[in-house]
């Protein structure tokens, strides 16, 4: 698909005064404190687990698959998300993926030879 450089640069400003304005924001709910609820609740069952159990300790077949499907799929997420802000598809991610998402955003406006006019205005 084309885009003329026109229609580039009214979708780029629309999404600045989008984010500028607020509205951007309107539509986003609260899933990020849900999520970071049950994490806690995750790391503090799992700190408990593991003062619980021996390294001898037997399990029940289904209780170890259970572990093991528990750390792939919160590997699977943090894997998915971590890929997800380096890509700038999460720009509400804090520390070192803030960084990364910084450097991708250098490199689009790079890749579409945007120069600067002013302090947050570029030309085409």
Known sequence: MK????KLM??????????MDGSAM??????????????SQIAEYSAELEQMLMDDTQLESWVQAKITKAADYIKT????????????EYDQVNGQMVDQMDSSAANAVEMIDLRPIGSDIYKY
């Open 3 to 6: 885009i003329s450089k026109e």
């Open 10 to 19: 009214q979708i780029i400003k629309e999404e600045c005064d989008k984010t």
């Open 26 to 39: 309107a539509h986003i709910d609260m899933e990020g404190k849900m999520a970071k609820r049950q994490l």
């Open 77 to 88: 997420v943090k894997h998915y998300i971590e890929y997800g802000a380096k890509q700038g």
